[in-house]
C-alpha cells in the first residue's frame, strides 16, 4: 500500500532528515530525460539505506497507480505527492538487487525505473524530463552535457594523479608478471566459473597492502568479454573503499584470456564497527554482477 502526504512539509522533513545520514555518500541532483518511448527503458535510480531519494516529475503522479515491487521490510512505504515520489531504503541494498519501481503520471503514462545502489554515490533527487523541445528538457541537457564534462575533467585528473600512486604501480607491475619485483607474498588460488567466463584467482598477502590478480579467460566462441565497473566494499555495510585497478587490455577477444589485479591499502579494511573484510565484486556494462572475491584483513599484516 502506497501512503499519500497531506502536506507538502512532510516531504521536505523527510529530506532533511536523511541528510545527516548522508555524511559518507556523494549526494547526486541529477536529470534524466525521457526517450521517445519511455516505457521501454527503466532508468537507473540509486539509493542508499537511510537516505531519501527524490523523483521529480513535470506532471502529476497517480499515487493509486504507482507502486515499487518488493519494498516490504526493506523501505519506508512509498511516498507519492503532486509531482514527487520518495524512496526511502530502511538498509543498504546490494550491488545485485534490482527492485522495479512503477511511476504512472496522472494523463496514464508509465514509466519504469530500476531502483539499485552504486557504490559511494546516492541520487538525492532525480529530475524526470520528456524529450522534446520545452525548455525544462534543454535545461535537462544542457546540464547533463555539463556534468558530463566535469566528470570527463575530473576522470582525466584522477588517471593522471593514479598513474603516480604506489598502488597503481603495484598493480602495474602484477599484471605484466613481475610479482617478485613487489613486496606481494602469493597466498592461495581459486578458479571460478562465471557467464561466459573461466576465472583464476590469486591472492597476495604484503604488509599493509593485500592484492587480487584475476586471470579471465573468455569461452565465448564468438563475443567478446568486456569489463564493466569494478567495486571494492565491506561485507557487512557495502560502503565502498577506495583500490587500484591495472588491467592488460580494454576487452578480452573470444578464446583469449586477460589480466586484471587490485591493490587494496590496510585503511580500506577499518570501519566504524572495527576491521571488516572486503568483498571485490566485477561487473558487465549491462550491469550485471559476474563474480565476487572476498579480500580478507590478515593478509594486510602478513
Known amino acids: ?29 541529477r536529470d534524466v530525460v525521457l526517450p521517445d518511448q ?51 531504503p530502511l538498509q543498504n541494498l546490494t550491488s545485485e538487487d534490482r527492485l522495479l519501481l512503477l511511476v504512472t503520471l496522472k494523463d496514464g503514462t508509465e514509466l519504469p525505473f530500476t531502483v539499485t545502489s552504486r557504490a559511494e554515490k546516492v541520487d538525492h533527487q532525480v529530475n524526470v524530463v520528456p524529450d522534446d523541445d520545452s525548455l525544462p528538457s534543454v535545461r535537462a541537457q544542457l546540464s547533463n552535457a555539463l556534468l558530463r564534462e566535469r566528470l570527463n575533467a575530473a576522470d582525466a585528473e584522477r588517471y593522471r594523479q593514479e598513474k603516480n600512486s604506489v598502488d597503481h604501480s603495484l598493480a602495474a607491475l602484477l599484471v605484466s608478471g613481475a610479482s617478485r619485483q613487489t613486496p606481494f607474498r602469493w597466498k592461495q588460488r581459486q578458479r571460478l566459473d562465471c557467464d561466459g567466463a573461466e576465472v583464476d584467482v590469486s591472492w597476495f598477502a604484503g604488509k599493509g597492502k593485500t592484492a587480487v590478480l584475476l586471470n579471465v579467460r573468455n569461452r565465448d566462441a564468438q563475443k567478446p568479454w568486456r569489463l564493466g565497473e569494478v567495486r571494492l566494499s565491506t561485507v557487512e555495510t557495502r560502503e565502498g573503499r577506495p583500490f587500484a585497478l591495472r588491467t592488460d587490455r580494454e576487452e578480452i577477444a573470444p578464446g583469449a584470456s586477460g589480466i586484471f589485479a587490485v591493490v587494496a591499502d590496510a585503511s580500506a579494511f577499518d570501519s566504524k564497527q572495527g576491521v571488516q573484510q572486503l568483498v571485490l565484486e566485477l561487473f558487465r556494462p549491462d550491469g550485471v554482477g559476474q563474480f565476487q572475491v572476498v579480500l580478507d584483513p590478515r593478509y594486510v599484516r602478513e
Open 38 to 88: 519511455p516505457g521501454e527503458v527503466a532508468n537507473s535510480v540509486y539509493v542508499a539505506g537511510g537516505i531519501a531519494s527524490v523523483l521529480r516529475f513535470q506532471q502529476s503522479v497517480d499515487a493509486d497507480k504507482t507502486r515499487l515491487l518488493g519494498w516490504e521490510g526493506r523501505f519506508e512505504p512509498l511516498v507519492a505527492q503532486g509531482r514527487s515520489v520518495v524512496l526511502f
Open 1 to 29: 500500500m502506497q501512503y499519500v502526504l497531506p502536506a507538502r512539509s512532510v516531504l521536505f522533513l523527510v529530506l532533511l532528515a536523511s541528510a545527516a545520514v548522508a555524511q559518507e555518500r556523494t549526494s547526486v541532483i
